[in-house]
């Protein structure tokens, strides 16, 4: 990555006709790619010919100061391509559970010119696929997906030894040209490879993403790992997918909307088997998650027709199945668990929490916190310390309503 961004930069440095403006911008470049490989001498050396071509001296003064404080690992590369190379990463025991079966998938290039993670034999709905340690948590208090600013996450990294520093910078930084993270190329690295509130994974991180992903991220607190579940049989050979987008993001927008967030966030055109497909395909797909976006929505004005909210329910998973969207069914299981528990139709409201049961068992694992829960809600819909409006009526019945 860096490689490739250094080679760029020297690309517009050897060009016959240069203008100070992009020799300066160049120079930049240049001194940021070598500063995240970690060559201190050589990164100040582009630092001094960018202050000579214009930059600016107190700004060069500052990455001086950090320069003086970085170890010098100009074998960074060869660190990182053995890691690449050889899958240490994932062999090691500290990072990989020792659940996850090691010969279920391989880490190696792929059709987008970088990594990605492909099965090696046949994968079922709901098997646990990788569970990780972090290399780096988010920061004390940190609770939701969101940015972690540059300087919090340069923080993070002073910690780790200069193997681990080593290891990180052979991730994926989709933001190295991105005005937005101009001091520190770990900044760019986080914001490409931190999921669902883990922090950075050195495995985990080379799924790449798929708008009908076979696999999900999910953090399990508890053990403090990043796990992936398959959503769906996955064959021998198939590249594992996650999705970067969360929840109704994913499912509620079009391929168009998608794409833009996509290749703003993680800088690539997506063209998923969704995405990539005919504009006939393409269209049929965005009509399908229109409808799933228009009946999230509506929910809640359907209150006085309850039956009418389990059927359009009852319709989304459908729709959901003919997409291929193997998650998330949970979200509208849910909903529909309640309004038949609300009325005392008991075996509804179990058959629905079975449903959402199911879907967080493999999407979450058996043992996850909301599995658990849904598990207590399936044996027990009528205990209202989980659904405070359970058996509150009587009258209306759901029984001929199912997916
Ligand atoms: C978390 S990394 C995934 C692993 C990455 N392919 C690598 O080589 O390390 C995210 C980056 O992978 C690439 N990527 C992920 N999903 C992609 C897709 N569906 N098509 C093309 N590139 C993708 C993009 O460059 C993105 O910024």
Not at 331 to 356: H, I, P, Q, R
């Amino acid at each position: 990555m860096w490689m490739e961004a250094e080679a760029d930069a020297q690309a517009v440095l050897a060009a016959a006709r240069v203008t100070a403006v992009h020799k300066r911008k160049a120079l930049w470049r240049l001194y940021l790619a070598r500063k995240g490989r970690m060559q201190a001498d050589a990164a100040n050396e582009a630092l001094e010919q960018w202050v000579a071509a214009g930059g600016s001296s107190a700004e060069a003064a500052k990455e001086k100061g950090e320069l003086q404080g970085m170890e010098r690992h100009d074998d960074v590369d060869e660190v990182a391509s053995t890691l690449q190379n050889t899958h240490l990463d994932k062999d090691d025991p500290s990072f990989v559970h020792p659940d996850t079966a090691q010969d279920m998938f391989t880490i190696k290039d792929d059709v987008h010119g970088g990594k990605g993670a492909f099965a090696q034999k046949a994968l079922e709905r709901g098997i646990l696929i990788l569970a990780e340690k972090p290399l780096l948590r988010p920061p004390a208090g940190y609770k939701e997906e969101g940015p972690v600013s540059p300087q919090t996450v340069l923080t993070l990294v002073e910690r780790l030894s200069p193997t681990d520093v080593a290891r990180l910078v052979s991730l994926r930084n989709a933001r190295a040209d991105d005005a937005r993270y101009p001091h520190h190329c770990f900044a760019g690295i986080w914001s490409t490879n931190a999921f669902s509130g883990a922090g950075i994974c050195l495995v985990a991180s080379r799924f790449i993403h798929s708008c009908v992903p076979n696999a999900r991220y999910s953090w399990h607190a508890e053990s403090q790992r990043q796990r992936i579940f398959a959503l769906r049989s996955i064959a021998p050979g198939e590249e594992i997918c996650v999705s970067y987008l969360m929840g109704r993001n994913i499912y509620g927008s079009s391929s168009a909307t998608r794409c833009a967030w996509l290749s703003d966030d993680y800088r690539f055109e997506c063209a998923c088997a969704v995405c990539g497909g005919t504009p006939e395909e393409v269209a049929a797909s965005d009509h399908r998650r229109s409808m799933l976006a228009r009946i999230w929505r509506a929910l809640p004005t359907m209150q006085d027709d309850p039956r009418l909210a389990v059927r359009e329910i009852a319709s989304a998973i459908r729709i959901m199945r003919e997409e291929g969207f193997h998650m998330d069914a949970d979200d509208f299981a849910g909903e529909a668990v309640n309004c038949c528990a609300v009325f005392s139709d008991w075996e509804s409201a179990k058959y629905w929490a079975t449903l959402m049961y199911e879907s967080r068992k493999a999407e979450f694992g058996e043992d996850s916190g909301h599995t658990r829960k849904a598990k207590a809600i399936m044996e027990n819909p009528g205990d209202r310390r989980r659904l405070p409006m359970a058996g509150r009526y009587s009258g209306v019945k759901f029984t001929d309503i199912r997916v």
